[in-house]
């Protein structure tokens, strides 16, 4: 069945180096969530696209976060420089609304570790 | 923004019995209530969500009910098994200032069903 691919499952990193997560939305979906779950913050929306147009990145720390979409295929959560508050797992999300819902489909997230 | 509340944080039942798991929202405008299930390691799946025009929804062993007056919904699982253990999100819909909708989350409920 369709489902949300991310990549890399696991990520170990070194403070200060740069992260790129990447994700491959359901065919067909056309919004895209970036979510971050850690213990103390539960499931936090770093980022929303619709179309490839990032509608909502309020969520995201600006100075180290960016977000992007290439094409429909294809959306990246980028962390540079990261640190070790940064250590979660982040999942992609997508969707197809229709009137009245906002159905999400989650990836299998990537586990980042910075030390 | 929307403000999701659940209750309670962790739930332990023997199995066969029910589990009922409630959440509240503030905005009164929200009309889809998803619940999502998280296995340990794994991705959250949706198990089951309603809309605002029913007032309750049954899949097998597992039923939503919402409350729109008093705006909150709850999670009811019956005869309860050992797979059934894992992490259950509530969410609700909010509206982004840029268009579309985005689900904020619940804190989750730690569910353990003892043999």
């Known amino acids: 069945d369709a489902r949300v691919t991310q990549t890399p499952r696991h990520k170990v990193t070194e403070m200060g180096q740069e992260v790129t997560m990447r994700c491959q939305p359901i065919?067909?979906?056309?919004?895209v969530f970036w979510y971050r779950q850690t213990m103390m913050q539960g499931l936090e929306l770093l980022a929303y696209?619709?179309?490839?147009?990032?509608?909502?990145d309020s969520g995201m720390p600006k100075d180290r976060f960016s977000a992007e979409m290439p094409d429909a295929t294809l959306a990246t959560l980028k962390i540079q420089p990261s640190e070790p508050r940064d250590s979660a797992v982040y999942f992609c999300?997508?969707?197809?609304?229709?009137?009245?819902?906002?159905?999400?489909?989650f990836g299998q997230g990537t586990r980042l570790t910075v030390v | 923004g929307e403000n999701v509340e659940q209750h309670p944080s962790t739930l332990s039942v023997q199995e066969g019995d029910s589990a009922v798991i409630k959440c509240t929202y503030s905005?009164?405008?929200?009309?889809?209530f998803p619940w999502y299930k998280q296995e340990l390691g794994k991705r959250p799946q949706l198990i089951i969500d309603?809309?605002?025009?029913?007032g309750e929804k049954k899949d097998q062993r597992i039923a939503v009910t919402l409350n729109k007056t008093a705006k909150h919904f709850s999670l009811h699982i019956t005869e309860t098994q050992p797979e059934d253990s894992a992490v259950y999100f509530c969410?609700?819909?909010?509206?982004?200032?840029?268009?579309?909708?985005?689900?904020?989350f619940g804190t989750g409920t730690q569910l353990k069903v003892e043999l």
């Open positions: 999300a997508s969707g197809l609304p229709r009137t009245g819902n906002t159905e999400a489909f």
């Open positions: 696209f619709r179309n490839r147009a990032p509608l909502d």
């Open positions: 905005d009164s405008a929200s009309n889809y």
């Open positions: 065919l067909g979906h056309n919004t």
């Open positions: 309603i809309r605002s025009n029913v």
């Open positions: 969410a609700a819909p909010s509206p982004f200032t840029g268009g579309g909708n985005k689900l904020t």
